[in-house]
């Protein structure tokens, strides 16, 4: 019997990576004599360039959303047995190799009659590998802002390859995706990095801008690099997206592993991102600054600013986990200064009950007033993000103009520790996600894979495609139940009219999230 290789294209409006409808998944191919029901494929999303989206359906609604792997584009590969299972660690685990079929759930609240869903690839070591370690050239680059825990990833990523396959070479690149094609590279071995995690910041230097996929994939192909792990947020990932299909266009048989990273867990799908919880416990030292100070002086407000650029996740968690904050107030809860309801009125009260309060503002939270106020111009960092007027600033000045002009005195004192929360080690409890991080990224690149990020879904680690990564920033769904848990402990007002509930239950809840008639829901962290 010989093998029937099948190409097709399939033109539907209801798929959508995030949301697909599952009975558009049905295909069958009948002949004149029989038959065929079709079991694996991958179907390209609409965009002819999209070329990473490799989707598996199976029973019952399930679908994979699996990642690129080098048979995928590179024929007669010859793969080798794991070494790790003559090491003296790592061979005693009972089923310590993941099953090929092992899948990790994107959703995991369901109803009984539900479909199955979206689900990754699980992340974990192979029995086959498709690298002899003598063969292995790596290279590590950390990209984007800082963030606690970069120098563990390095760490781990570096030991894990020489531990537990045996690989010797493995590379630092200089000061981001820059490094690729401007500065000398670092030579990194265990020794070299065994302390590194102590630290903050990252070893390899980083940096904003100068992507530029051409030029990097050259001197990847020239330094014959063939395993390229990126440790960086949603903006490395575009890149690394970009850099995978270029080296898939050439038919180089180079892993590229992303490593998710940022303080404002801004990053989609994953649990959280590594660093976070480090930035959360740092805020609260500002946060119990702030309320020593308001609460030793007559009318005191204690206003700190933490970082969040377009997510208010380390405000919202940081001021859970005080209990001592009156007031939290986050980019995607649109707030207003005056009258009824307004933050003013809001102050007074507190003054007035309680002779203190405590406040904390994301750095992107209310920048439509700011720039209605200080008619501000876009400006743009390096890599294309945002730049933010100081609404720390802003914002203290507004409440002591307030104030001054009801005649009533107050005492504000306004603490910025923006880089101070992500400028330090991480924490035990990051230490060892990064190191489960750096392991799932090893393995992942050593049995085959490429264009994929590991981090965990649901508690277990996962190898998530790029497209699932970048199509969207995480952000905190106001009309989920955390952000009402921080309502009700800070008691403050929800500021929302009608119209903004409506417009967040739209972007939670989008046209084309809707499967078996029921709500998809999206990643939240309650
Ligand atoms: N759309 C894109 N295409 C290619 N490269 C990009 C893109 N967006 C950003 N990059 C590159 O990725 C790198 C890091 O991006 P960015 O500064 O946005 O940080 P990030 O990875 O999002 O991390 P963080 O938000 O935590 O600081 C930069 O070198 C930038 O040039
Ligand atoms: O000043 P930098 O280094 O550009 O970084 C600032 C930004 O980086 C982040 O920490 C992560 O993106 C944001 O919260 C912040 O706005
Ligand atoms: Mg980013």
Redesign the pocket.
């Known amino acids: 019997m010989g093998t029937l290789n099948l190409s097709f294209q399939i033109q539907t409006r209801y798929i959508s990576p995030s949301s697909p409808s599952f009975n558009t998944f049905t295909i069958s191919l009948t002949t004149n004599r029989k038959k065929f029901n079709c079991s694996r494929f991958s179907l390209s999303m609409g965009n002819p360039n999209d070329t990473h989206t490799k989707l598996v359906p199976g029973a019952a609604g399930f679908l994979l959303q699996d990642v690129p792997h080098f048979t995928d584009y590179l024929d007669h590969l010859p793969s080798y047995p794991n070494p790790l299972q003559n090491n003296p660690a790592y061979s005693v685990v009972e089923q310590y190799f993941v099953d090929e079929d092992d899948t990790v759930t994107e959703k995991i609240v369901v109803h009984k009659e539900s479909a199955r869903g979206v689900h990754f690839r699980r992340a974990g070591p192979r029995q086959k590998v498709y690298f002899k370690p003598d063969d292995v050239n790596a290279c590590i680059v950390t990209?984007?802002?800082l963030?606690p825990g970069l120098n563990t990833v390095i760490r781990e990523i570096v030991c894990g390859l020489y531990h537990m396959y045996g690989v010797r070479k493995v590379l630092g690149i200089d000061g981001?995706?820059k490094g690729f094609y401007a500065k000398n590279t670092i030579t990194l071995t265990p020794k070299f990095v065994d302390d590194i995690h102590k630290r903050g910041g990252t070893i390899l230097g980083t940096?904003?801008?100068?992507?530029d996929s051409v030029k990097i994939v050259d001197r990847i192909q020239d330094r014959g690099i063939n395993q390229v792990y990126i440790i960086?947020?949603?903006?490395?990932h575009?890149?690394a997206a970009?850099i995978f299909e270029e080296i898939r266009r050439r038919g180089l048989k180079v892993a590229v592993a992303g490593i998710p990273?940022?303080i404002?867990n801004d990053i989609p799908v994953i649990d959280k991102s590594f660093g976070f919880d480090t930035a959360v416990e740092e805020a609260q030292r500002a946060i119990k600054a702030a309320h020593v100070e308001s609460e030793s002086v007559g009318n005191g407000i204690g206003l700190v600013k933490l970082m969040g650029r377009y997510c208010g996740f380390i405000a919202m968690y940081a001021t859970l986990a005080s209990r001592d904050v009156d007031c939290c107030l986050i980019p995607e809860s649109p707030f207003y200064l005056e009258g009824k309801g307004g933050l003013y009125e809001y102050i007074g009260k507190q003054l007035k009950q309680n002779g203190h309060m405590v406040i904390v503002i994301a750095e992107g939270a209310g920048q439509e007033l700011l720039s209605e106020s200080l008619q501000s111009v876009d400006q743009q960092d390096a890599?294309?993000?945002k730049l933010l007027q100081d609404v720390g600033l802003w914002i203290s000045h507004k409440i002591k103009e307030h104030f001054a002009k009801k005649k009533m005195p107050i005492n504000l004192k306004y603490i910025d520790p923006t880089y101070m929360i992500r400028a330090i080690p991480s924490i035990a409890s990051d230490n060892v996600y990064c190191t489960l991080l750096a392991h799932g990224a090893v393995h992942g690149a050593m049995a085959g894979y490429t264009g994929f990020t590991v981090g965990p879904v649901n508690g277990r680690h996962a190898y998530i495609p790029f497209n699932r990564i970048i199509e969207k920033q995480n952000k905190v769904v106001i009309t989920d139940r955390m952000w009402a848990r921080l309502l009700s402990s800070t008691n403050q007002p929800s500021f929302l009219k009608p119209r903004d509930i409506a417009e967040a239950k739209k972007e939670k809840y989008p046209a084309n999230g809707i499967l078996d008639g029921k709500i998809v829901k999206t990643m939240s962290m309650n």
């Not at 940096?207 to 992507?211: I, K």
């Not at 960086?232 to 490395?236: I, K, L, S, Y």
């Open positions: 990209c984007g802002g963030c981001g995706y940096s904003r801008g100068g992507h960086g947020g949603d903006g490395t575009k890149g970009v990273k940022t404002d890599s294309g993000n």
